[in-house]
């Protein structure tokens, strides 16, 4: 079983960066696909990105060529790099991850992006 704990949200202006961190416990972490989603007020949980354990990296389009997502199995920990940031980026955070479904959670950090 693997804990999540999300970490780096926080308010920011538009066109600033952030960099999300999730800390994984565990020591299985290399052998999950590790996935960020969002979740904007009133609306449905969305995917953003994906890694998985060979390092292949999957994105929305919605944020395509702004978002980077990373790991590093040595310290357990998967990170997104959100740069131009819009205030559509607006929304709860979440780590996820997987063995061939999504099935363990963080409990998300909050982002903010004022126009």
């Known amino acids: 079983q693997v804990q999540l704990v999300e970490s780096g949200g926080g308010l920011v202006q538009a066109g600033g960066s952030l960099r999300l961190s999730c800390a994984a416990s565990g020591r299985t972490f290399s052998t999950y696909a590790m996935g960020w989603f969002r979740q904007a007020p009133g609306k449905e949980r969305e995917f953003v990105a994906q890694?998985?354990?060979?390092?292949?990296?999957y994105y929305a389009d919605s944020v395509k060529g702004r978002f980077t997502i990373s790991r590093d199995n040595a310290k357990n920990t998967v990170y997104l790099q959100m740069n131009s940031l819009k205030p559509e980026d607006t929304a709860v955070y979440y780590c996820?991850?997987?063995?061939?479904?999504?099935?363990?959670w963080g409990q998300g950090t909050q982002v903010t992006v004022s126009s």
């Open positions: 890694i998985n354990r060979s390092g292949n990296t």
């Open positions: 996820a991850g997987s063995l061939g479904s999504y099935s363990y």
